[in-house]
């Protein structure tokens, strides 16, 4: 039987209502291309030139014309033309060329016959197939052409648009500088890893897990460490971060009802946006605004923390990042065991997935507890649970999510 859920908002609703306050904050600058890789492009990138620049041959074989075939003799070779060397004498008739791959095609060749189909005597050369007109030539401007976008503002730079940007000659490109952000962890029972554990005391993970996500995204990390339960602290810390940052996120201290003072800095210095949502793990959580700086506050338990911010921080730092994000990929798969759900939450379970014998299954990683981080450090997707839907049985279709980049 589901809890009562009045008063939590749902994910889609909260990531519009966050997403229509932010805008790009990052300016932008001039890099060297070999410096840009993982940049996010500020403009877009028209190409200087065609690409292939010039009529090529896509095959190692001969240039011919076809008027030349018509009485099905064999052509005398005139010469050669290689990549970087272009066949630029005359070109009689009942002649051929010899080209390779990437050369130039002569002036007036309607196709080029790859070598298989070629018999050689010499300089002799014997056709035996009939090429079709254009057979083997990549078209000038085929690719690109001169002029058109071939990478757009937002597009984050990868070792797959390098080599694209430098077939160009593109050397400078104008890209966002990296969002910075202030991050800290709060609690009393925090201690820093590699330090004796007190009765009562918790290593601090989340930080190095939101840490690990904020590098994968590119962003500049401000790591103010962990805070105590203390508000003359917690003012100092929010300070220093709006400050210094453009994106202040927390992770502890937004539980309604526990010995926090996050919601209270929050009214003070700035305002908050929500608080409660209808997902599981993660319902608290926090959204708002401090003088300068945008706030983010992720729940303490580990997966909580994992969860929300892939599903709602990341694309919010994207938007100010000025990346062009897109929602993460879903597929439909079986469900190879019976999974727990009880309605009221949109369900975020952490599952595995795989080729099964009558399709793509997922199962369960074990304990789906938002304090349980090895169910999240043995997957490789979220089993996506629909808020109202109940238990699942084995053979249900279920929608998965495999982790992107950020979680991989």
């Known amino acids: 039987m589901g809890f009562d859920t009045s008063g939590l908002l749902p994910l889609s609703d909260a990531l519009q209502g966050m997403l229509e306050q932010l805008a790009c904050c990052c300016d932008s600058e001039q890099l060297p291309l070999p410096e840009a890789l993982g ?12 690409v292939p620049p010039f009529d090529n041959s896509a095959m190692d074989g001969y240039a011919v014309r076809l008027a030349d075939l018509a009485s099905g003799t064999p052509l005398i070779m005139a010469g050669k033309a290689f990549a970087g060397q272009p066949y630029q004498s005359e070109w009689p ?3 051929c060329v010899r080209i390779m791959t990437g050369a130039p095609v002569p002036t007036g060749t309607d196709a080029v016959v790859m070598q298989e189909e070629t018999q050689a005597d010499g300089d002799r050369i014997t056709f035996l197939a009939q090429p079709e007109p254009g057979q083997n030539i990549r078209r000038a ?3 690109i052409g001169k ?3 071939v990478l757009t503002a937002g597009t984050r730079l990868t070792p797959r648009e390098m080599p694209l940007l430098a077939s160009l000659g593109v050397a400078t490109v104008a890209v966002r500088r990296p969002l910075k ?3 800290f962890s709060t609690g009393d029972e925090l201690k820093p890893v590699g330090t004796p554990l007190a009765h009562g005391d918790i290593y601090d993970s989340n930080r190095y897990g939101v840490r690990a996500m904020l590098a994968r995204m590119g962003c500049n990390c401000l790591d103010l460490g962990i805070i105590p339960d203390d508000p003359a602290q917690l003012r100092a810390a929010f300070i220093r971060a709006d400050e210094e940052a453009d994106v202040l996120i927390t992770t502890g201290g937004v539980s309604v009802g526990e010995a926090d003072f996050t919601k209270q800095l929050l009214d003070e210095l700035g305002e908050i946006g929500f608080w409660k949502l209808a997902i599981k793990p993660g319902k608290p959580f926090a959204f708002g605004r401090l003088p300068r700086a945008w706030f983010f506050g992720l729940p303490g338990n580990p997966v909580s923390a994992m969860v929300t911010f892939d599903q709602l921080v990341q694309p919010a730092l994207a938007k100010l990042a000025g990346q062009r994000f897109e929602r993460p990929l879903q597929l439909q798969a079986i469900a190879a065991e019976p999974l ?3 309605p009221g939450r949109l369900d975020f379970q952490r599952g595995i997935l795989s080729q099964g014998p009558n399709g793509i299954e997922v199962r369960s990683t074990g ?7 090895s169910s999240l450090s043995r997957a490789n997707c979220y089993i996506v649970l629909e808020r109202e839907r109940g238990r699942v049985a084995a053979g249900e279709t279920v929608t998965v999510e495999p982790f992107g980049g950020l979680l991989l």
Request: with cysteine; proline share 3%; aromatic share 2%.
């Open 147 to 149: 002029g058109a976008c």
């Open 340 to 342: 727990k759900k009880s």
């Open 181 to 183: 952000v202030a991050i």
């Open 141 to 143: 401007g085929s690719d």
């Open 39 to 50: 940049r996010i492009l500020a403009s877009d990138i028209a190409s200087p030139l065609a």
């Open 93 to 95: 008739a009942g002649h």
């Open 367 to 373: 304990s789906q507890d938002s304090a349980v981080f």
